[in-house]
């Protein structure tokens, strides 16, 4: 699905999102390198926005995206080398429940709009856990169900009613935002998905709320 929208994935999202999505990931990445990391996975790292904003931000730091969707990663390439941060950046193949690297690799991991399309939500966290090192912390951004009723009402409108519409006039494939709606309403509420991190392992989880409660990030550690 991901690879068919691949092509159009940038711009949809700042269309479908009004922009708001930039707030977000920065936000996502002044809370990653408040811990001065040397070398960051970015899972799900699609079009590699992420590990861009973060090059970007740290000369220091090395990342490495992954994401299952090749073509997705193609264009993510194109933009890592047409900046010139393909020296800072690796893109690979894979998935956050078979991740390809040794144990305690990462001194922190991000995930961006990608934990509510794992195929095993858990085993993808525990695997995470596994490549950060001692000390490290996992940071994550996802949509959430808002808990305020007009925004309910309003998240509700657009999401289920008008992003579908706007994604199948720029996109060929409708059926990618008609699922986001439906991935983000099935998707653990925010104090479950917290006990999910504790199950696998982390830390002292938590969460701060974005924009009237649609989108939240979660932070984690691996004990020392």
């Not at 040397?38 to 790292?45: G, P, Q």
């Not at 695997?127 to 940071?139: D, K, P």
């Not at 989880?205 to 924009?211: A, K, L, N, R, V």
Request: charge should be positive; glycine fraction near 6%.
């Amino acid at each position: 699905m991901f690879n068919g929208i691949a092509h159009r994935y940038d711009l949809l999202n700042h269309i479908l999102s009004f922009g708001v999505h930039i707030l977000w990931r920065n936000r996502l990445v002044k809370s990653v390198l408040k811990i001065n990391p040397t070398k960051v996975l970015d899972v799900a790292t699609g079009t590699a926005d992420v590990a861009i904003a973060l090059a970007k931000r740290d000369r220091r730091v090395e990342i490495v995206g992954v994401d299952v969707a090749e073509k997705m990663l193609s264009v993510g390439r194109a933009k890592v080398q047409k900046l010139g941060l393909d020296h800072r950046i690796v893109l690979s193949q894979a998935s956050a429940e078979n991740l390809p690297f040794d144990d305690s690799t990462f001194s922190a991991v991000t995930v961006a709009y990608g934990v509510r399309n794992f195929n095993d939500l858990q085993r993808g966290l525990t695997m995470m856990y596994r490549v950060l090192e001692s000390g490290g912390s996992i940071h994550i951004l996802e949509f959430v169900k808002p808990k305020l009723m007009v925004m309910r009402l309003v998240f509700g409108l657009y999401f289920h009613r008008i992003l579908p519409l706007i994604g199948r006039c720029i996109s060929d494939h409708s059926n990618a935002y008609s699922y986001l709606p439906q991935s983000v309403q099935t998707f653990a509420e925010r104090d479950d998905f917290v006990k999910m991190l504790l199950a696998a392992g982390f830390v002292s989880p938590g969460y701060s709320i974005q924009s009237f409660g649609i989108a939240a990030i979660y932070t984690a550690k691996k004990s020392t």
